[in-house]
């Protein structure tokens, strides 16, 4: 093994791991695994399967696949048509055991880069509501390109530390996710440097966070909801003690069962100090993955419900808003169905400053948030003219618009398109949903022979 480990950390693992220890120092010995999971809001496993072949699928994930990196799935047109996510397999388990149905109100508390708020877009099917959180600015800007780029419609990003959040949205949420911030040692073997990082904060610093980050949690989820607490460490300090705390300090909370799957281990209530029995058989139902005896790397994760039932949200109407006459104007020209067809008839319609967006919360619930987008982005009023937003396009379906070009994935075009590049042909002065094998990339405008390339320069192929 090439990888040195800390010392004191060697120390703990081998007492942790006893026989096991020499096969969990082989995994470091194998290649890092990278997996695709599926974005089924716009196709499906067979789809999947006619592009990709006969994959491996990721036994705990049913949108999940292992792929290869020499066949570059971050190259290919259909990651730039957000038909999947490029996603390490142990992380797509917290998403999958949280029991999200369409319709229900979910936050992602803990949520960029974005790949567990996709996951939990898809499951919402256009249905409900998802706000995702950051508390870094920075971080929140990917977070929200992974969401657009996905399709998504029904989302809502902020960047608030969650205190901020849980005094406007007191019992608000059905399913709540926390993937918390942790030491990372589940990661040492995909992100070495990770180990720094540990050396320099230990275990009781994400430990306090942890349980601040549970406990706000717990304010706004609503009584009969369900939570999953998730970290990417083996650390018991942050996983069974945490966990352990925090039942015994909210007494209506339970842990559910999750369907075992090959390689899965459970939570240890022996690595806890002076443990009440009662609760630690709650923490035997808690999932452990080991990279020695699943093909991922190092995850913890929880199930977690509420007693009590939901009473029925009480919230201000967000109201339908105006419509702008311009867009109004465009939709009529460029969009073969009623815009209800196109994003969801809840919310309400708001022009900020020059910008059109589908907003979904009612205004006096989040005045005065760090919101990087109340909603979907329409698009831009400009001389009162409507330009529409890559956004929009990524929502969009082919059948849906009236101008279309569509371009099979190994057509040229379709590469100098992702460049920034104007295409040539014979096109009227309209707007034009460029795709790649029916799926959306971006618009274009036409202009006699020439079609003005739109396409996001932030998301360009570099």
């Known amino acids: 093994m090439s990888i040195r480990l800390p010392e004191s950390f ?17 995994s470091f010995d ?15 496993e067979e789809q999947f399967r006619s592009l990709w072949g006969n994959k491996e699928s990721v ?12 066949e570059k799935p971050s190259k290919h047109p259909y990651y730039y048509a957000g038909l999947y996510y490029l996603q390490e397999p142990s992380a797509m388990l917290p998403a999958a055991i949280l029991p999200v149905e369409p319709g229900d109100k979910v936050l992602d508390l803990c949520a960029a880069p974005g790949g567990k708020s996709t996951q939990l ?39 608030e530390p969650p205190f901020k959040l849980a005094a406007r949205f007191p019992a608000y949420f059905d399913k709540i996710l926390v993937d918390a911030p942790c030491s990372g040692e589940g990661m040492f073997h995909k992100e070495p440097a990770i180990m720094k990082n540990w050396e320099q904060y230990g275990t009781g610093y994400y430990a306090d966070l942890q349980r601040e980050i549970l406990d706000l949690a717990y304010e706004m989820l609503k009584p009969g909801g369900q939570m999953v607490y998730s970290t990417c460490t083996f650390s018991p300090q942050e ?3 945490s966990l352990y705390r925090f039942l015994k300090e909210h007494p209506d909370m339970r842990v559910d069962e999750v369907p075992e799957t090959p390689g899965f281990d459970h939570g240890h209530p022996e690595w806890i100090p002076d443990a009440d029995p009662d609760i630690a058989e709650e923490i035997r139902k808690t999932i452990r993955l080991w990279p020695h005896k699943v093909r991922g790397e190092g995850h913890f994760a929880a199930l977690l419900h509420k007693d009590g039932a939901a009473e029925e949200s009480v919230g201000q109407d967000p109201g339908t808003g105006k419509a702008d006459p311009a867009f109004t104007a465009w939709c009529q020209e460029n ?3 009623p815009l209800s067809e196109v994003v969801p008839q809840e919310g309400r319609l708001t022009r900020i400053k020059d ?19 109340s909603g979907l982005l329409l698009g831009e009023i400009r001389s009162d003219r409507f330009e529409p937003s890559q956004a929009l396009a990524m929502a969009l379906r ?24 104007t295409l040539t042909g014979p096109f009227g002065r309209d707007w034009y949903l460029v795709l790649v094998d029916g799926f959306p990339l971006g618009w274009a405008k036409g202009s006699g022979n020439l079609l003005k390339n739109k396409y996001l320069k932030g998301w360009r192929y570099l």
Request: proline share 4%; charged share 35%.
């Open 121 to 159: 877009l898809c499951r919402l099917q256009g249905e409900g509501l998802l706000v995702s959180n950051d508390i870094s600015p920075s971080r929140a800007k990917a977070l929200l390109k992974n969401l657009e780029l996905f399709g998504g419609r029904n989302y809502v990003v902020t960047t």
């Open 10 to 26: 060697e120390t703990r693992m081998r007492d942790m791991l006893g026989d096991q220890y020499e096969e969990y120092l082989k």
């Open 30 to 44: 194998r290649p890092v695994l990278s997996g695709m999971r599926l974005n089924t809001l716009k196709w499906d």
């Open 239 to 241: 996983d069974e003690v």
């Open 59 to 70: 036994a705990w994930c049913p949108e999940g696949f292992y792929a290869s990196e020499e």
């Open 355 to 373: 910008f059109l967006v589908k907003e979904y919360l009612e205004p006096e619930r989040v005045k005065g948030l760090r919101i990087l987008r």
């Open 398 to 421: 082919k059948e849906q618009v009236r101008h279309v070009l569509d371009l099979p994935s190994s057509d040229e075009r379709v590469l100098r398109y992702l460049k920034g590049e």
């Open 335 to 337: 969009l073969l169905v």
